[in-house]
């Protein structure tokens, strides 16, 4: 049975889109049927992290009606991936219908996929909460930063109250080690339970790293390569404790419901 997890941020610049494109590789790397959808409509850039030129994107789906099937594109390891599109002006506040719609249409999808990841836009949009709100777990992406925090803590507030989100997966990132990771975590979450009945479990830490902002660069993300490094086995440990975390309830539109 297919199933979703979408990657969330509070503010940009935390490393939301870099973890979504390794943790679908990872889950690709280990054996499982992975699709990629981009969500940040018009202003999408998981291709670039990718390597990949995509020939088709949301808007063919959305506006030339093409199928979702013929609108993914191949990526490493496997992997297969639909693009919001970059540099769309059309795509930028698409309206409550178009949304649902494109949810709908991953419903084809689910013979032959086993997990979906998602890489919602960042910050508590109504397109943000409308595709984390849809999925049965929820990623949300924390540095150990002030303005993090509040910006985080400002998402889970609005997909609690406006979708009733109720279970929240945390990684860390940008971190020294997972003593560091654990600190942020808890200090995190001793603000959320003070003021939202939520629940959230920590689910690892992605290491501060040269190399993955080199991997960036380059356009080649770490997890492509089969070395045994301390980034590769940070994301192998956060997609097995994303994989066993509490599943959220969503309600209304959903993917593969």
């Given amino acids: 049975m297919a199933t979703s997890i979408a990657v969330a941020s509070g503010k940009g610049g935390v490393g939301k889109t870099s973890i979504a494109v ?3 590789l990872t889950l690709s790397r280990q054996g499982s049927r992975v699709v990629l959808f981009d969500a940040d409509f018009g202003l999408a850039n998981s291709h670039i992290l990718l390597g990949v030129n995509p020939k088709k994107t949301a808007q063919d789906i959305l506006i030339s009606k093409t199928p979702i099937k013929e ?23 698409l309206e409550v219908k178009a949304r649902y719609e494109l949810i709908r249409s991953f419903d084809s999808l689910a013979e032959t996929t086993d997990i979906l990841v998602v890489d919602v836009p960042a910050g508590a949009s109504d397109s943000s909460i409308t595709f984390s709100a849809a999925v049965d777990r929820l990623v949300v992406i924390l540095v150990g930063e002030p303005t ?3 910006d985080a803590y400002t998402f889970i507030k609005a997909a609690s109250l406006e979708a009733g989100v109720e279970k ?4 860390v990132n940008m971190v020294e080690d997972e003593k560091q990771g654990l ?6 979450q001793a603000i959320v339970n003070r003021f939202l009945d939520v629940k959230l479990s920590y689910c690892g830490h992605v290491p501060f790293s040269h190399r993955i902002r080199q991997s960036v660069v380059q356009r080649k993300p770490i997890m492509i390569t089969k070395q ?14 994303v994989q066993t975390s509490p599943k959220s309830s969503p309600r209304g539109v959903v993917f593969f419901n």
């Fill in 22 to 24: 390794n943790l679908a």
């Fill in 148 to 150: 993090s925090f509040m």
């Fill in 168 to 171: 929240f997966s945390v990684v």
């Fill in 71 to 93: 609108s993914l594109s191949p990526g490493p390891l496997g992997l297969k991936f639909l693009s919001g599109g970059s540099g769309l002006t059309e795509l930028l506040n």
């Fill in 183 to 188: 600190q942020h975590f808890s200090k995190f």
């Fill in 228 to 241: 045994d490094t301390v980034e590769s086995r940070a994301f192998m440990g956060v997609a097995k404790s």
